[in-house]
């Protein structure tokens, strides 16, 4: 996420994509949601106390909720602008930590309160798995058949927006009056967030910025075209109420993973399930995809993408339980599995730029002469004579490999963040 934030901005090959299709940005959201399904399987595999367990759901979730809006809810400025402070009318609602928290509770209070139900020893053939854990397949289900029914069935009207700037205010109209749409001015994902959250609460900066449509720079960003449609200047929001209900299908797929993880205790049989999972949902992705039936879209979350992301985030999976726990490769990964200890820190201090703005607030005459503009600078950009290579080797060592080894530190000192 850091490497795709930071220097996506250079490569827009990277960044997320301004429409369908996917990059390697679109791939951190579901990548977070499976594994969140999968840890959510291994905490919950014993449950005491059901009450209890549920109490503590609900408080994991309220401080995801808390610190999903505190961070990207606009009271943060962070990296850049030294300054603290939303309006109201203004603040948005809806983000990354908020997403995990909607997916983490429905998966997690379904895995608790079916515990009972669970088998202790799986009856034999491919499918008993899937029959053991029908209850949390029929969560994932339901979430599939609102999002669908949604997607496709809801009338999306006319709607307007204003655009303020310094000297003028604008109102824009698009024109809609229709169902089904699946394009960035008229689909029933962005309605339902404008409806329900309200237009001012939406992310400004959508990445549909940068298609053709809106501007000469894509697939970076740029100036808006003079001729472009009214919807380029309108947000939206990718981290909305709709796309989050179907995004609990991706810690679905993730608990089965951790359901497999649990019940067979062979590599083979792991990777067998493992394996043939993520290969049938890379080809319904493929082929839903290709025909132009369902596009892969990170900004809809549609169905396509979800079983792209998920198939792939399975491969990705099984393919570090070869070389780290089947082959015994650890140590080339210590500093995944240090950053995964901390991730909640890392990602507020790195992803969300608060280390890098207390650094910033330390400057020398001007807020852009700093401590990390210096070496960004005169370490990267200078030596490399590149901006762009620069950028991208200073994301990697002076921030990934640096948080890396700032959690390394904080592991050997056994100082862990937990919500």
Excluded at 205 to 210: A, I, L
Excluded at 214 to 224: K, L
């Amino acid at each position: 996420m850091i490497l795709v934030d930071d220097a996506g901005g250079s490569y827009a090959r990277i960044d997320h994509s301004p429409w369908n299709g996917c990059t390697l940005a679109d791939f951190v959201m579901p990548f977070f949601l499976f594994i969140v399904g999968v840890a959510i399987a291994l905490a919950l595999k014993k449950i005491p106390k059901i009450k209890d367990a549920i109490k503590k759901i609900c408080l994991r979730t309220l401080k995801l909720l808390f610190w999903g809006v505190l961070l990207q809810g606009g009271y943060s400025h962070a990296p850049n602008d030294l300054v603290y402070g939303v309006d109201m009318k203004l603040i948005r609602w809806c983000g990354i930590l908020q997403r995990i928290a909607l997916v983490y509770f429905i998966v997690a209070v379904i895995e608790t309160l079916t515990t009972k139900r669970r088998p202790t020893v799986l009856e034999p053939g491919y499918s008993s798995i899937f029959t053991a854990y029908r209850w949390q397949w029929l969560g994932g289900f339901v979430a599939f058949v609102i999002y669908m029914t949604t997607t496709y069935s809801l009338y999306v009207p006319d709607w307007s927006f204003v655009v303020s700037t310094d000297s003028e205010t604008t109102q824009y109209t698009v024109k809609c009056g229709m169902r089904g749409h699946l394009g960035p001015a008229c689909n029933a994902v962005g309605y339902v967030d404008r409806e329900v959250w309200g237009i001012n609460h939406l992310y400004i900066y959508p990445v549909w910025q940068r298609l053709k449509a809106c501007t000469h720079s894509s697939p970076s960003s740029g100036q808006i075209r003079e001729d472009a449609p009214s919807w380029c200047r309108a947000p939206f929001e990718p981290e909305g109420l709709l796309s989050s209900i179907l995004a609990i299908l991706s810690g679905t797929i993730g608990i089965h993973y951790g359901h497999v993880l649990i019940h067979f205790k062979g590599h083979s049989e792991r990777l067998k399930q493992w394996v043939s999972m993520a290969l049938g949902l890379l080809i319904v992705a493929i082929i839903l995809h290709f025909t132009d039936a369902i596009p892969i879209n990170k900004q809809l979350y549609s169905f396509s993408y979800v079983c792209f992301t998920a198939g792939a985030a399975g491969i990705v999976f099984s393919a570090f339980y070869i070389l780290i726990d089947v082959w015994g490769w650890r140590t080339p990964f210590l500093l995944l599995e240090w950053i995964g200890m901390n991730a909640m820190l890392i990602y507020v201090l790195g992803a969300q730029g608060i280390l890098p703005a207390f650094v910033n607030g330390w400057y020398y005459k001007s807020t852009n002469n700093t401590l990390v503009f210096w070496i960004q600078k005169h370490v990267f950009n200078n030596v490399w004579k590149s901006e762009r290579l620069g950028t991208l080797l200073y994301v990697i060592f002076a921030e990934i490999t640096f948080y890396g080894v700032l959690s390394g530190i904080l592991h050997k000192l056994g100082i862990y963040w937990k919500l």
